[in-house]
């Protein structure tokens, strides 16, 4: 569920690759296999951890809130201070204990008894879906509902990339093309020049807003005006 969610948000919300890593029991599958042993499996849970510092968050996953390799990473990055939120679908259970904020999805029983294919992984994938997007809005890369910061790097994203500047800057998809590939496809760059504003007034205004669109269109808006 984790690894499903976090490797959209690079291309969908422009999130830096080394700010998303994602540690599954066994390792991240290349081939399709997954081994059910890996979870009981904790020899590779201190290199996980000593990566970790006091400005990383954890979230840490298990249908059954028990599962030994999640636990063991919660529980130790609490203890070294690093914030943990840990989801799971039992409560008073042990991956929930040590975390710093707990949430509980209580499921259905299972179609299938004992499976957590469906209530209980459904939920989480909702669950994480809600916080990385609700996480990507706060940091300022969706606009109006739209994608700001998304990486156009192929057809579909390109276009779709070109669709939001056109509406957001109200010019013609071609003139947004053109600036597009100028611009490096930093996204909230263009729309910034799509709207007449300089660039390097455009860079400083992106700079001084931590790359909040919103804030920026409403500077460069007093600046036109002056």
Do not use: W
């Not at 998303?20 to 029991?25: K, L, M, T």
């Not at 997954?34 to 990566?51: H, K, N, P, Q, Y």
């Not at 056109?166 to 996204?187: K, M, Y």
């Amino acid at each position: 569920m984790a690894l499903s969610d976090g490797v959209e948000l690079p291309g969908t919300f422009g999130i830096d690759q080394h700010q998303i890593r994602i540690f599954v029991a066994g390792g991240v599958p290349i081939d399709g296999q997954m081994a059910g042993a890996t979870e009981d499996d904790l020899s590779s849970v201190d290199d996980i951890v000593d990566r970790f510092d006091e400005d990383d968050l954890v979230i840490a996953l298990s249908a059954s809130g028990s599962t030994p390799y999640p636990c063991e990473i919660a529980k130790r990055a609490h203890a070294k201070g690093t914030k943990v939120i840990a989801i799971a679908d039992n409560a008073a259970t042990p991956l929930l204990d040590v975390a710093d904020v707990a949430s509980v999805l209580p499921a259905r029983a299972e179609v299938l008894a004992g499976s957590t294919r469906l209530g209980a992984g459904t939920a989480q994938k909702v669950a994480l879906n809600i916080i990385s997007t609700l996480a990507t809005v706060q940091l300022g890369h969706v606009f109006q509902g739209m994608m700001v910061n998304l990486k156009a790097d192929n057809a579909k994203l390109r276009d779709r990339a070109i669709g939001i500047v056109a509406n957001i800057a109200n010019v013609s998809g071609q003139e947004v093309d053109r600036v597009l590939v100028a611009s490096g496809r930093d996204l909230k760059l263009v729309i910034l020049l799509a709207k007449g504003c300089d660039p390097a007034i455009s860079k400083r205004l992106l700079a001084e807003y931590q790359g909040r669109l919103g804030c920026c269109l409403g500077a460069l808006e007093v600046l036109q005006k002056a």
